[in-house]
């Protein structure tokens, strides 16, 4: 079954140029604060690798490169993007972001997986910072491509429902984990669509 997909097509560039215009009609919102740098080269050096989401919408995003940061940003997968050069596939960078504080407080969705952020808002503010800081433009095209459908076969199903709104395995600003290792896949408070997200870039 083929089915027309959306993907992107980015160019990245170096050089400072005004501001990027993207599809959206309006203005996207902004964090507050944001820092963006590039991890340390010292061969050997300990990174984690991931995203956290802690209640107020603070983001931490680390080991992540350009590519993985826009799939973050858009909620995409890497075989959904066209365009960059070799360094924003190899070039790895650590990202910390809060929004604007208010009173009352936001509330922002904290769940997240492993390579993006179920709330919207904090997606666009991602959009927002690597369209400034990256100079970063798109534009959304489409093509014909193969699609897969996850259904339940006949098997019973080694999955439980989840006892936590949010995970608390690794503490404040966890909130699940999937994975694929030694021919299983691998699931802690994660949602189907999550799931689905993941699997989709090993079906490419």
Known sequence: MRRTAILFALFCLLTPIARAQTAS????PQFDVATIKPIDPT??????VGIRVYPGGR??????????????AFEVNYWQIKGGDAWTEKQ???LEAKPVQTDPAITYDVRHSNNTTSDERLRQMLQALLIERFQLKFHRDTATGQVFLLEKSGKAMPMTPSKEAYAKMYGEGYSGDVGFAGNRWVMYNTTMPQFANLASNFLQ
């Open 25 to 28: 009609p309006t203005p996207l």
């Open 43 to 48: 061969p050997g050096a300990m990174h984690m």
């Open 59 to 72: 983001v931490t995003i680390t080991t992540f490169p350009l590519k993985g940061l826009i799939c973050a």
């Open 92 to 94: 790895m960078y650590d």
